[in-house]
């Protein structure tokens, strides 16, 4: 899969979107700009995009199980490896030290397999010296489908597939709050975001049907 940058001279805000490959385009478009770089390296679809906080560098997932973290210019700096099954959400911390993934399937609760994992990564000297997973912890809900980092880098948001909302403390990972997506006659809905804002409220978004 093939990453895309576009960048007009004129125009300094950008967005960020991702499909199959990744685009960085300007919030107002006159014209269809040029890419600014192309770059393959992953294998499989490309499931999540994040910016490090100093616009520096992006952080990319995949199905094919890895987090490729680049420079604004192309480069491939690291390759995360987290395991064999796809990725499916990533996020970069404010404070720009922890890069967290969602994963399809993985862990296990009760001699179970889980349905989900989330994987929190932590570079203390910055992200091309000593990178350590800092945890991993298991959603007994079902597959990551978002993840979203508190102002203040203290808390993780995951939202799942089957409905639940789980914020963890970044340090240890314990639980501080599950909450269900908007429950539908049959079953909770699927949650497709998750966000905090800076006075610390989540808002989570779902599916409705």
């Given at each position: 899969m093939k990453l895309n940058l576009f960048l007009?001279?004129?125009v300094h805000t950008l967005i960020f979107a991702a499909s199959l490959?990744?685009?960085i385009l300007p919030a107002r478009v006159e014209a269809f700009p040029a890419p600014q770089w192309m770059q393959g390296g992953h294998s499989a679809r490309i499931s999540g995009i994040a910016c490090s906080p100093n616009g520096t560098m992006i952080a990319s997932s995949s199905d094919d199980g890895t987090v490729k973290l680049?420079?604004?210019n192309g480069t491939l700096l690291r390759?995360?490896?987290?395991?064999?099954?796809?990725?499916?959400?990533v996020a970069w911390s404010p404070d720009g030290s922890k890069i967290a993934v969602g994963t399809y399937y993985g862990g296990y609760y009760n001699g179970a397999?889980?349905?989900g994992l989330t994987y929190l990564w932590q570079a203390t000297g910055g992200w091309t010296n000593t990178i350590s997973l800092m945890s991993t912890s298991t959603n007994f809900w079902g597959k990551v489908t978002a993840l979203a980092f508190s102002?203040?880098?203290?808390k993780l948001a995951s939202g799942s597939e089957?409905?639940?909302?789980?914020?963890?403390?970044?340090?240890?990972?314990?639980?501080v709050a599950t909450c269900p997506a908007y429950n539908t006659w049959v079953e909770p809905s699927a949650v497709t975001s998750v966000a905090f804002s800076?006075?610390?409220l989540m808002a989570s978004g779902c599916e409705d049907s």
């Open positions: 007009p001279e004129r490959g990744l685009a680049w420079s604004a390759t995360l490896t987290a395991q064999s099954c796809p990725l499916t959400a397999a889980g349905m102002a203040d880098s203290t089957s409905g639940s909302n789980i914020v963890n403390l970044v340090a240890n990972s314990s639980v800076s006075r610390g």
